[in-house]
């Protein structure tokens, strides 16, 4: 009896130890997000007299460089508006959050508006829908299945602690847990071999069958209805809206939805997924991912979104 008591103290012990330590690492990286607000968002200039606001996530923070502050888009567009217009004093910010879903965004932009008070908002976001729950709007798109209903608000709810979204990013990447190709839908080149054998054949006939009638992948669904809320907000404030595509490898049907949405709300559209796909070179511009580009991709990235912005007129006044 004795030893069973033991028995029973030491595996409480190791639990309450792997407890404490998932605690203590759930504290240390709410540390290191705040250090990250206090290096990239301390930055405040009221006296910018053109002021812009790029809304994304790690491709819009600048991962893939070294020093993400002075190499991502955000930075090297702001040193364009300063090369062609020196007479005006512009501030281009940007979002240092990574991994960030549509409908957290959509949560914070008045307060983001509030803080930064930008005369155009430029949007590359979407990317992250499937894998990050955490506020995310999904339910209002996926009523009547009380079983996955469930699923999403566990996730959601796991998805708010920062532990379990690194531990997921970590078994997606490292390959341990494989996405739901039937949640990302995309369309595959079938002539490019490659591609098919990465998805699967039969995963790229559901996924046009399912958009020939008219379906669209849930986590697409909540990109837009979140962007279009997005605009929403911003022209109720009379700011500019400004709607980018990823530049890398991206679901084809999220860049469809970015489109439609510019289309039909009538913005500027940057298709940067087409710009960088008809480079010869396009491999050297971006990271072994595939998704992020590198400095250099960074820099030619900033420069074909501010020659689409000049040419549509998307420049300071004192500009046109």
């Known amino acids: ?89 512009t501030r281009v910010f940007f979002s240092q959050t990574i991994g960030i879903n549509t409908s957290t965004m959509l949560y914070n932009l008045p307060s983001t508006l509030n803080k930064f008070k930008p005369d155009v908002v430029i949007m590359m976001v979407g990317l992250n829908n499937w894998w990050n729950l955490s506020n995310s709007n999904v339910l209002l798109f996926n009523k009547h299945e009380r079983l996955q209903n469930l699923y999403f608000r566990t996730l959601g709810f796991f998805d708010g602690f920062r532990v379990f979204k690194l531990m997921k990013w970590i078994c997606y990447s490292t390959g341990l847990i494989q996405m739901d190709r039937r949640m990302v839908m995309d369309d595959v080149d079938v002539t490019d071999a490659g591609a098919v054998k990465k998805q699967g054949r039969q995963a790229r006939r559901l996924a046009a069958s399912l958009e020939a009638k008219g379906h669209m992948p849930v986590f697409f669904k909540v990109a837009e209805y979140d962007i279009r809320q997005m605009i929403r907000i ?18 084809g049907a999220l860049k469809r939805v970015h489109e439609r949405v510019a289309r039909e709300e009538g913005l500027v559209f940057v298709d940067n997924g087409s710009y960088f796909d008809a480079l010869p070179d396009k491999p050297s511009y971006f990271t072994a991912d595939g998704i992020h580009p590198n400095a250099a991709g960074y820099k030619l990235m900033a420069a074909y979104i501010f020659n689409s912005m000049r040419h549509a007129s998307v420049v300071p006044k004192e500009a046109n």
């Open 234 to 251: 911003c022209r109720e404030r009379k700011i500019k809206v400004v709607l980018c595509s990823y530049p890398g490898a991206t679901f």
């Open 1 to 89: 009896m004795k030893w069973t008591f033991e028995l029973k103290a030491r595996i409480g012990l190791v639990f309450f130890g792997i407890f404490l330590a998932l605690v203590l690492l759930e504290i240390g990286l709410r540390i290191a997000g705040a250090l990250f607000d206090l290096k990239y968002y301390k930055v405040q200039n009221n006296q910018a007299r053109y002021r812009i606001f790029c809304l994304g996530e790690s491709t819009t923070f600048g991962v893939g460089t070294q020093d993400p502050a002075q190499e991502n888009y955000p930075h090297q567009l702001e040193l364009l508006f300063k090369q062609q217009f020196p007479q005006t004093k």
